[in-house]
């Protein structure tokens, strides 16, 4: 059984980063990832024509400051998301009418967002009232006109990849408060998708997996059980198991769930594992030989 200082559970950038901040601390370290590869929820294939695309997060915007000075110190090369011409817009009624419309709901969102404590947004005395609704609830008493209410639910189900009735309304503002506005999760320039990264986003977790080393990065190593004992942790997957000192548990909750905790897990924690759900989407590509688009004076983009 390899023991180290600290074993690290999932190789997705939350637990690479966490276990390089370990070995920086003069620690051993150990990572213990499922899948094959490195990444976790990035994931970039290259195309028979040398296309590189992302089947999961691909963009960055200028105010997720620690990616990007990640990728600046990795030397990680980003380029900027193409942005020249028009959005194709299929909204029912009055476009115009729409737009200003949703640029009102997002100054009422902005508003109450800027209520919450940024570390601990649960103690707002607003919190439980806003936990109790939905956000479609919430849309509904705002929104009369059909065609902003599509748009809106829309910009949700794009933004949390559930529909607007799936989200608490203070899960949207929290989401909000971090970034700053709707406007940094929704725009392009100086918004979250204003860059991409040149080989993928997949990349940032590989240096970061190459610099820690192959003897420490472990794949094809589903955790199943974690065993806490008075001084130490078994961390047991399907090739091996670790004892460490620490265990970082860095995977999404839907899949932290299935591993067995000994002791159980609080009550409390054990709860919110079984009621958190993660999201659904669908990421199509489509390649083509040249942007035909952009000699209509159009930016790729569809609404």
Same mark, same amino acid.
């Given at each position: 059984?390899?023991?180290? *200082?600290?074993? @690290? =559970?999932?190789?997705? #950038?939350?637990? +690479?980063? !966490?276990?390089?901040?370990? /070995?920086? &601390?003069? $620690?051993?370290?150990?990572?213990?990832?499922?899948?094959?590869?490195?990444?976790?929820?990035?994931?970039?294939?290259?195309?028979?024509?040398?296309t590189v695309v992302?089947?999961?997060?691909?963009?960055?915007?200028?105010?997720?400051?620690?990616?990007?000075?990640?990728?600046?110190?990795?030397?990680?090369?980003?380029?900027?998301?193409?942005?020249?011409?028009?959005?194709?817009?299929?909204?029912?009624? *009055?476009?115009? @009418? =729409?737009?200003?419309? #949703?640029?009102? +709901?997002? !100054?009422?969102?902005?508003? /109450?967002? &800027?209520? $919450?404590?940024v570390e601990e947004?649960?103690?707002?005395?607003?919190?439980?009232?806003?936990?109790?609704?939905?956000?479609?609830?919430?849309?509904?008493?705002?929104?009369?006109?059909?065609?902003?209410?599509?748009?809106?639910?829309?910009?949700?189900t794009a933004l949390?990849?559930?529909?607007?009735?799936?989200?608490?309304?203070?899960?949207?503002?929290?989401?909000?408060?971090?970034?700053?506005?709707?406007?940094?999760?929704?725009?392009?320039?100086?918004?979250?998708?204003?860059?991409?990264?040149?080989?993928?986003?997949?990349?940032?977790?590989?240096?970061?997996?190459?610099?820690?080393?192959?003897?420490?990065?472990?794949?094809?190593?589903?955790?199943?059980?974690?065993?806490?004992?008075?001084?130490?942790?078994?961390?047991?997957?399907?090739?091996?198991?670790?004892?460490?000192?620490?265990?970082?548990?860095?995977?999404?909750?839907?899949?932290?769930?299935?591993?067995?905790?000994?002791?159980?897990?609080?009550?409390?924690?054990?709860?919110?594992?079984?009621?958190?759900?993660?999201?659904?989407?669908?990421?199509?590509?489509?390649?083509?030989?040249?942007?035909?688009?952009?000699?209509?004076?159009?930016?790729?983009?569809?609404?």
């Amino acid at each position: 059984m390899a023991r180290v *200082d600290v074993a @690290v =559970v999932g190789a997705g #950038l939350a637990g +690479l980063s !966490a276990a390089r901040r370990v /070995l920086r &601390a003069g $620690l051993s370290v150990s990572v213990l990832e499922a899948r094959e590869r490195v990444g976790g929820r990035t994931w970039s294939r290259t195309l028979a024509d040398g296309t590189v695309v992302d089947l999961g997060g691909q963009w960055i915007g200028p105010m997720q400051e620690r990616v990007v000075a990640l990728a600046r110190e990795l030397e990680v090369d980003i380029f900027p998301t193409y942005n020249q011409g028009e959005t194709l817009r299929f909204i029912p009624g *009055d476009p115009q @009418v =729409v737009l200003v419309e #949703l640029v009102e +709901l997002f !100054a009422k969102l902005d508003t /109450l967002a &800027a209520e $919450l404590p940024v570390e601990e947004p649960w103690t707002s005395p607003r919190a439980r009232d806003w936990d109790s609704q939905t956000f479609q609830t919430w849309l509904r008493a705002q929104v009369d006109n059909p065609a902003t209410m599509t748009l809106a639910r829309l910009v949700a189900t794009a933004l949390f990849t559930v529909e607007a009735d799936e989200l608490s309304l203070l899960h949207v503002l929290i989401y909000i408060r971090s970034a700053g506005s709707i406007g940094n999760l929704t725009n392009v320039v100086g918004g979250a998708q204003e860059f991409r990264f040149v080989k993928g986003a997949q990349e940032l977790s590989q240096r970061l997996a190459a610099q820690l080393g192959s003897d420490r990065v472990r794949l094809g190593c589903p955790v199943r059980r974690i065993t806490q004992a008075a001084s130490s942790v078994t961390v047991e997957s399907d090739n091996g198991s670790v004892e460490a000192r620490y265990v970082i548990v860095a995977v999404p909750t839907s899949l932290s769930d299935r591993i067995v905790h000994t002791p159980p897990l609080p009550g409390s924690r054990a709860h919110m594992h079984q009621r958190l759900a993660p999201g659904e989407v669908i990421k199509i590509h489509f390649v083509y030989e040249r942007p035909f688009w952009r000699q209509r004076g159009l930016n790729g983009r569809v609404r």
